[in-house]
């Protein structure tokens, strides 16, 4: 069966891997051809059409309900529910609304933003107002986060922001009772009043109420590196864990009730349902609860029923029902994870003769996991935690047995014995305390975490097929031949590049900038994008895994061109992430935890044959922050760059008027391409073959201005914009400039067109 299931699944994923969806009758044919395998008995290959069939289907019925093109931008009056907690930050609250009612078509589901909210918006409320939508939009990079497909899975066909907020109506609010999300929103407010620790507090709320929106970019990263991220959520091991725990109460219990119509399994298997059930809607049922809730529902029925079924068909039936419910699942990496998880605890505990220590054989387990998971990993992370396999050791027994049970216990308690829940939340806070020191000494130790290059299919099958025998039981033939087949994983790596020659990428970091160059031994990062919160920002997100893709573990110098956040947001979390061995920016205060200097023009070095030079500023300096921002100028055998930040007119007309070179073949736009730069005599000087704009599309200023665009064209100017084209790479080729749009490498049914 779970052969017949995967043929389904396959057909699902390359359903995804489109870049426009089939025609109606492209998907009939395909049914057709389906009926007539079946037919011949080729039950796999029907299998896999059938997928294919239902996920069209189930993505074009979602895609007929998105933004109609001439409904962006305008102003529309809706009626709605807030779903789902919404979040929090200094400046805005967001959150999913579903709309109830409009006056022209809108998406059932829309993602809105509240600037400097007058009042608390909470779950449970309902709301009209006026608001402004767009389509899904995000940045488009190598490893990065792809926004676009995170909206599309969770069913979200626009996002906006509200207008007229003084004309904003709270039209009725939910009970607690009536509303799975209220009742979070309430106990996570009651939580918080309890005196945990801050960081004890995010954690708490994360593994009880699955809200993480309080953990810190610090604490996202120490849970990365040392493999324990799924801990600090409700997932699949916690949802197992209440259910087994209350399986194994309720079955002792009920063995010494007189009252026998139903016995001590069936009536443990109904309440450990039950129990699972509930700690999925207070996770507010989150995909990956879901999945283990089915996992768990489909188990304890097989016990309802009396039924034996083999495990694995067990976890067959449980993936069947999650891809048939929601196809789209298959773009969560929480999908292979959760389930690859499984099948390897399966494999390693089932069929295996002989006794083992409990405590050798826990380790082993954590150990078989680790490296079970890793090539995954390297496939959507570019990277793996070497210390995964101690600290999940360590860990999980300490959320499983200790966090858990006592901080669920404090929740519940939270309304009618309060004293009681804060006892239990104070215990649970020191728990989380020491267990984090650990963490932060596990991350700490040298090779902690592998960054390595992505693999290819053929590399991520043969390293799965090394992992299953190098856990298989011993006596297998050529068992210990799989750790050869898992060799190549670690030995791909990215082609070296010549002296002399450079790799330029302008990265889509929306409405800001960041250039990586890369050179034989060598690299750079030219900005770092904006900060938007404690969570998240353009370092973390964007940079931060494009260097991963790229095997850069080391920086050798990072360049802030100015203080606005648009370029320095990004910049404490890369220096936190990674080694960088120099600091360049027109404001080095701004960074001088980490050593920066002032960049001023003269400023050169050489690295592999490739020339950097600092054009400007001009060490006496000029009026105005943009006008100071570094400016880089990179020449290689093939070909020159010139990184402009966000100089306006005066820069530009010092550059001119210095009498330095500034002709180069490829020019980043000065300040995004707004009306007040990219003036003619600075064009005429720098005479570039193709223009880099980097903006976001849409953004609120409005950049690339129109007239600056026109100054393009009345020079026959190749340009192109990161927001339309996502990221942008360089290469020069019989003395042509080829510019590689990311969103033409990578294109999918739901990217924006």
């Given amino acids: 069966m779970l052969l017949s299931v995967l043929s389904f699944f396959l057909g699902i994923l390359s359903l995804q891997q489109c870049a426009s969806l089939p025609s109606a009758w492209s998907l009939f044919l395909a049914l057709i051809l389906a009926i007539i395998t079946l037919f011949f008995k080729w039950k796999k290959v029907a299998y896999y059409l059938l997928g294919f069939i239902w996920a069209g289907v189930f993505s074009s019925y979602f895609l007929s309900q998105a933004l109609a093109p001439e409904l962006q931008g305008k102003e529309l009056l809706v009626e709605g529910d807030i779903v789902g907690l919404p979040d929090y930050s200094d400046r805005r609250t967001r959150f999913d609304f579903k709309v109830t009612s409009t006056t022209v078509p809108l998406p059932k589901k829309i993602r809105l933003s509240w600037y400097y909210p007058q009042q608390r918006i909470m779950a449970g409320q309902s709301w009209q107002f006026f608001v402004k939508l767009k389509a899904p939009n995000g940045t488009l990079n190598p490893g990065g986060f792809d926004y676009e497909k995170w909206l599309f899975s969770r069913k979200i066909g626009a996002t906006g922001y509200i207008r007229k907020a003084n004309q904003a109506q709270l039209l009725g609010a939910q009970t607690p009772w009536g509303s799975v999300s209220v009742l979070r929103q309430r106990l996570l407010d009651l939580i918080a009043l309890h005196g945990v620790s801050d960081r004890s507090l995010a954690l708490i709320k994360a593994v009880t109420l699955g809200d993480r929106s309080g953990l810190t970019m610090l604490q996202w990263q120490v849970l990365a590196q040392s493999g324990t991220a799924h801990l600090m959520a409700i997932s699949g091991l916690h949802i197992g864990l209440v259910a087994g725990m209350i399986y194994w109460v309720v079955f002792q219990c009920w063995l010494h009730f007189s009252y026998r119509r139903y016995s001590a399994p069936q009536v443990a298997a109904v309440s450990s349902f039950l129990a699972a059930y509930f700690y999925a809607a207070l996770a507010g049922f989150a995909v990956p609860t879901q999945r283990a809730l089915i996992m768990v529902g489909v188990l304890m029925l097989t016990i309802l029923l009396r039924r034996h079924v083999k495990t694995l068909d067990v976890l067959a039936i449980a993936l069947l029902i999650v891809l048939v419910v929601d196809p789209l699942t298959v773009l969560s990496v929480g999908l292979y994870l959760s389930f690859l998880a499984v099948f390897l605890i399966l494999y390693v505990l089932s069929a295996r003769l002989g006794k083992e220590q409990k405590l050798l054989s826990s380790l082993k387990l954590h150990i078989v996991i680790g490296l079970g998971l890793l090539p995954v990993l390297v496939l959507f992370f570019q990277q793996g935690s070497l210390i995964s396999p101690v600290a999940n050791f360590i860990a999980i027994p300490v959320v499983s047995f200790l966090v858990v049970p006592s901080a669920l216990i404090a929740v519940v308690f939270l309304p009618i014995f309060p004293s009681i829940s804060s006892i239990l939340l104070s215990f649970v806070d020191i728990v989380l305390q020491y267990l984090w020191q650990l963490l932060e000494f596990f991350v700490a130790l040298p090779a902690a975490t592998i960054i390595l290059a992505q693999p290819d299919i053929w590399q991520l099958i043969l390293a799965m097929v090394g992992v299953f025998l190098v856990i298989a039981p011993r006596g297998i033939p050529v068992r210990y031949l799989g750790a050869i087949f898992i ?214 200023f409005g950049f690339p201005h129109n007239k600056v665009i026109d100054r393009y064209n009345s020079f026959n100017f190749d340009y192109f914009v990161t927001g339309d084209s996502g990221a942008l790479s360089v290469e020069f080729n019989d003395d042509q400039v080829e510019v590689t749009r990311y969103r033409d490498v990578y294109q999918r049914y739901w990217h924006k067109k």
């Fill in 487 to 700: 060799l190549p994983l670690f030995l791909v790596s990215e082609e070296k590049l010549e002296q002399g020659d450079v790799n330029f990428t302008l990265l889509d970091v929306g409405q800001g900038l960041s250039v990586v160059v890369q050179t034989a031994e060598h690299s750079l990062v030219f900005d770092v994008g904006a900060r938007f919160s404690d969570s998240f920002d353009m370092g973390r997100n964007v940079v931060l895994p494009f260097l991963h893709t790229q095997q850069i573990t080391e920086l050798d110098t990072l360049i802030v061109s100015h203080a606005d956040n648009d370029h320095i947001g990004g910049a404490e979390s890369l220096l936190q992430a990674m080694p960088v061995k120099r600091v360049l920016s027109s404001v080095p205060e701004e960074l001088s935890a980490h050593h920066a200097v002032a960049c001023y023009s003269g400023q050169y070095w050489q690295w592999d044959g490739v020339d950097f030079r600092i054009v400007s500023p001009l060490k006496q300096g000029l009026k105005g922050e943009n006008d100071n921002s570094c400016v880089l100028r990179v020449d290689s055998q093939q070909g020159s760059f010139l990184l402009t930040g966000d100089i306006e007119i005066s820069a530009e007309s010092a550059l001119v008027n210095s009498g330095k070179d500034i002709q180069v073949d490829v020019l980043v736009a000065p300040h995004h391409g707004s009306k007040t730069s990219s003036s003619s005599e600075f064009l005429e000087q720098v005479n570039p073959r193709v223009i880099l704009i980097p903006a976001g599309s849409p953004n609120r």
